[in-house]
Each structure stands twice: as structure tokens, then as C-alpha cells.
């Protein structure tokens, strides 16, 4: 085999090692947010994979990606362990949030219609994903951060992105078992949009606390409505 075909070679293998990582990522993190929050379970790599039909490798690189979003721990020669969500990691969580996001937003209010506009615009995607518990969240995830990232600043935006990756999968928790979740966080960020259009710092602070107020409550709420989640059968 000559050095250009050993080179196309290697490169081919690449590309097939990194689509398969992304499968694994993909299939185990939607796993690992359908998960009851109160559920602490330990995943092999056999498990995965087999379950994805994949090596080893990609399932080994993938759970270190979701390690490194706080979805799970890694256990040296066993796989990972996805830990419950505590009532305290809830409300530890949402009150980090409130003190970010209360700064961010009172920041946020001197965009006014230009802000306003972009949050209507990602409040009607968001509205398309209601069949969808992982993408909903996603879009809400997408909300919050455009306007923590109009207060323009990089270290707290960067917190904020950690809060959230936490609360990822108490987020699908909530949609997935409350039949009335989905449209109280809409008509919630509607209210959010519209205190940011008025300008008025106060009223936007209020609007993001009453919301936050209402996540609280909602995670806290034994389930409603069940949802069928992903396994290893």
C-alpha cells in the first residue's frame, strides 16, 4: 500500500470513529435525560455497546463528553455511573440560576425591542417542539442564554452554561411528566419577552423570578403523566 493510500486510510478511519462517537453521544445522552430524576443507574461500555452497535472506543469517548457536561461520572474500568437529582442539587441549581439571571436580565433591558424580538423568535421555535421533551428543553436552554448573553459577561455566561448542563436533565424530568409544564414555561418566557420590550429593569427581574419560581415548584411535584423513555432492550 503506498503512503497516499495509507494516509486516505487513516483519515477514512478517523471519520468513521468520530460518526460513531457522535451516534453513542447522541443515543446515551437522550438515555441518560429520559432517566427518572430520582433514579441513580450505572452504565457498562459493553451495554452501550451492544445497545448502539458500536466498539468500545467511540462509547469510551462519548461517555467522556457527557462527563464533561456533568451528566455522569466516569468509573475506571466499569463505565459511568448517572447519579439521582437530589431535591437539594434542584433547588441549589435554581438558586444560582436567580442570582445570575436576575443580573443578566436587569442588564439585558437596555436591548429592549431589538432583545425582545430575538426571544419571540426563539419562544415560536420553541412552541414546535412540544411532542419533544429533549428539544424543548434545547430551545428553552436557547432562550435563556441569549439573554445572559446580552449582559456581556463572558465569565458569568460561562457559569451560567454549567447551571444549565445540570439542569438539563431535571428540565426533561419536568416535561416529560407534567401535562401542563410545556405551556406554563411558554406563556412564562412570553412574559419575559414582553418586560424586556418595556424596559423596565424591575419588571423584567419580577418576570424571571416568577418563572424561576414556578421551575422550582414544578420539579419539586410528584409526576402526572407518564412518558415512555429510551433502554437497553
Not at 221 to 227: E, H, K
Request: charged share 25%.
Amino acid at each position: 500500500m503506498s503512503r497516499a493510500e495509507q494516509l486516505r486510510s487513516f483519515h477514512s478511519g478517523e471519520q468513521k470513529t468520530e460518526a460513531a462517537q457522535d451516534v453513542v453521544f447522541k443515543w446515551l445522552k437522550q438515555h441518560i435525560l429520559t432517566l427518572p430524576r430520582h433514579d441513580g443507574v450505572f452504565l457498562t461500555e459493553a451495554e452501550v455497546s451492544r445497545a448502539t452497535g458500536t466498539s468500545r472506543t467511540p462509547v469510551r469517548e462519548a461517555m467522556l463528553r457527557l462527563e464533561a457536561d456533568g451528566l455522569l461520572q466516569i468509573v475506571p474500568k466499569k463505565g459511568a455511573y448517572v447519579p439521582p437529582v437530589t431535591d437539594a442539587d434542584i433547588v441549589a441549581v435554581i438558586q444560582a440560576r436567580a442570582l445570575v439571571e436576575d443580573w443578566c436580565v436587569r442588564r439585558a433591558t437596555r436591548f429592549g425591542d431589538a432583545l425582545a424580538a430575538e426571544l419571540d423568535r426563539l419562544i415560536e421555535e420553541q412552541a414546535k417542539h412540544q411532542d419533544d421533551p429533549i428539544v424543548f428543553i434545547e430551545s428553552d436552554r436557547q432562550f435563556h442564554r441569549a439573554i445572559v448573553g446580552a449582559a456581556a459577561n463572558p465569565l458569568l455566561a460561562g457559569f451560567y452554561e454549567s447551571l444549565r448542563d445540570r439542569q438539563l436533565r431535571m428540565g426533561v424530568h419536568v416535561i416529560t411528566t407534567s401535562g401542563q409544564r410545556i405551556g406554563e414555561v411558554l406563556a412564562e418566557h412570553r412574559a419575559i419577552a414582553a418586560s424586556l420590550r418595556s424596559g423596565d429593569p424591575e419588571a423584567a427581574a419580577a418576570a424571571v423570578a416568577q418563572h424561576l419560581a414556578t421551575t422550582l415548584a414544578a420539579l419539586h411535584m410528584p409526576p402526572t403523566a407518564p412518558w415512555g423513555r429510551s433502554s437497553f432492550s
